[in-house]
């Protein structure tokens, strides 16, 4: 479910940015930085580079388990 929320223009600003860059949508771009901040929140003891890895496996495609013959 999509709702409409008011963002500061200087949010949107930095997010139109860095989603150019990352080649993301500015709604898809803010998404993840609020994902960074969640599991920022929920485990402060992980460094940024493991909960970008986290994201990053999180998106990754399902292959399936290996087969031996």
Known sequence: MA???KLSENLVEQAKAHALIQHRSV???IEYWSQIGKIAEENPDLPFSMIRDILVADQEAVVGEYVFS
């Open 3 to 5: 709702i409409t929320v």
């Open 27 to 29: 709604p898809k771009q």
